[in-house]
């Protein structure tokens, strides 16, 4: 399937579950906003506690104990940050599946968002983002680019286990190095195709600021109360164009993904993958669509 009827699938998918899959990106927002900001909350205070106390034991001015709160509570916010992002990942990746389940012909669901977190799901979840995150840095400590490729040769292995919750860790990382051999630039291409939606709104703005240089420097010139107004004029421009692009990342988050998940099936199913065919979703062990045969049949060509 070409990319651009992918992403036309991808919309037909989405076709009255617009709602629940902007709901649940706004969820995933909120969540993690008051998740971080809470133990941020609980950081500041427990350093503030410490200071207080070095006060009333009068030691104050000890450099040692002054350094003490700042390098525990650094401490503690980079384990809480990486828990956080964990919280997140797992959120993200039941978005992902969500997704995949409205792909297989269940509708979007807010509950459906949550199924990375069931008991017999969350801890081999949870190690294959660890032990994904941890490989792709090590290849990123070579160069940039060997991170890159290796986080698109792993990046269908939540995708498989999902499918396929038996599988290992390292199973899932290998699977999903073999089926995106030679499909990485594909998959490149079809993420490329959304950025420049959310580089549009900046590239405008940065048009009309550096177009209007001249006319700032005048009205500095001028004096420095109009120079104050069209810089205060230009920050809330700024603003208003943070917010669009905002707005329009809600349009296109949930469309990314879909077309996302849709890749991913058109691997998986290969020239049977078809949506929206009656037949389609009377297919047996949806659980279990990754083929064994795969590498056999479509693994020919060159990686990347």
């Known amino acids: 399937m070409k990319r651009r009827e992918i992403k036309k699938t991808a919309k037909k998918l989405l076709k009255g579950n617009w709602k629940v899959a902007i709901l649940n990106l706004i969820i995933i927002s909120v969540l993690t906003s008051v998740i971080s900001q809470g133990i941020l909350t609980v950081i500041g205070a427990g350093s503030s506690f410490t200071m207080i106390e070095s006060v009333i034991e009068g030691n104050v ?34 978005y992902a599946w969500n997704i995949l389940d409205r792909i297989d012909g269940v509708k979007l669901s807010i509950e459906g968002m949550f199924q990375t977190f069931r008991k017999e799901r969350i801890f081999k979840t949870t190690g294959l983002i660890i032990v994904m995150s941890i490989l792709i840095m090590l290849w990123s400590l070579l160069f940039i680019i060997p991170g890159i490729i290796k986080s698109y040769s792993y990046s269908q292995a939540l995708n498989i286990m999902r499918d396929n919750p038996t599988i290992s860790i390292m199973d899932a990382l290998d699977q999903s190095r073999k089926m995106m051999k030679g499909k990485k630039w594909s998959f490149f291409l079809l993420q490329l195709s959304f950025i420049w939606l959310y ?10 600021l550096f177009g209007s240089v001249q006319t700032i420097e005048a009205r500095l010139d001028a004096g420095p109360n109009e120079g104050i107004a069209i810089i205060i004029g230009f920050l809330l421009l700024f603003l208003v164009f943070v917010f669009l692009a905002l707005v329009l990342s809600f349009y296109i988050e949930p469309y990314r993904r879909t077309a996302q998940q849709v890749f991913y099936r058109t691997l998986t199913d290969g020239d049977t993958f078809d949506p929206f065919h009656p037949d389609y979703h009377e297919k047996d062990n949806q659980d279990e669509k990754y083929n064994e045969d795969y590498e056999g049949r479509q693994l020919d060509d060159v990686d990347f």
């Open 61 to 94: 001015y000890d450099s040692t104990v002054m350094a003490e709160p700042t390098i525990t509570a650094s401490l503690l916010s980079l384990l809480i940050s990486t828990l956080v992002g964990l919280i997140s990942s797992l959120m993200y990746a039941g």
């Open 199 to 208: 580089i549009v709104p900046f590239l405008v703005y940065a048009l009309i």
